[in-house]
């Protein structure tokens, strides 16, 4: 596949992240023609001014991990990254709402950020490996008809990342509406290249260089 660089977040979300380690994604996502760098929000700032002048932009998670603190708590996340120099959200849902059935409430937190996004480009994250079919797809629907720009699988930081089927579940849902984020556990070209091939618009991984160097 061509030009896989260019469908890649380069990413680094480790609690234990050093900005000089922040620094070396920048450097390496423009080395490589990444599409953005993947950081969370309290190192916007200094991607921002790492990548000053580049084409390279700059994602910042939003409620991450987790996703079970308040909606207020994760907007405000989100206006404070807007306003450091992001211009992609990944967000993620309170997947205890999902499983308690509270599908207002998920539909509502969503559409929060979406409203707090307003020309940023939104992805909302799943955690696909905590629900199941129906579920994926019922916040498909609501992703969907909020008009979010992507949805996303995974973390990273659960109990697996994306699988094909979570991605082909997505797909069969928001079809060429919105994006496909997959991400979690892909660490090789040819996970990479299957992810692509099951409907994946964009890939989140820390395993980037060598995925593109394969």
């Known amino acids: 596949m061509e030009n896989l660089s260019k469908y890649i977040d380069h990413t680094l979300l480790r609690a234990d992240a050093s900005i000089d ?6 450097a390496e996502a423009d080395r490589y023609g990444f599409c953005s760098v993947c950081v969370n929000s309290a190192y916007v700032k200094n991607a921002k001014e790492f990548l000053r002048n580049q084409d390279v932009k ?8 987790l996703g079970a603190m308040c909606t207020k708590a994760k907007s405000f996340e989100a206006k404070c990254a807007i306003e450091d120099g992001a211009s992609e959200i990944d967000m993620v849902i309170n997947v205890g709402w999902v499983k308690s059935g509270r599908f207002d409430l998920v539909q509502s937190d969503i559409k929060s950020l979406r409203d707090t996004c307003r020309g940023v480009v939104l992805k909302v994250i799943f955690e696909t490996a905590l629900l199941n079919k129906e579920q994926i797809q019922k916040v498909c629907e609501i992703s969907k008809e909020l008009g979010v720009d992507f949805v996303k699988t995974s973390t990273g930081f659960s109990t697996r990342g994306a699988s094909v089927e979570d991605v082909k579940i997505m797909k069969s849902v928001v079809g060429d509406k919105i994006g496909i984020k997959a991400s979690g556990g892909i660490r090789s070209y040819e996970k990479a290249v299957e992810m692509m091939e099951a409907g994946a618009t964009r890939l989140g991984t820390s395993s980037g260089i060598k995925i593109v160097e394969n």
Request: include cysteine.
């Open 21 to 26: 380690e922040i620094e070396k994604l920048c």
């Open 58 to 65: 700059v994602c910042s998670v939003v409620g991450f991990p």
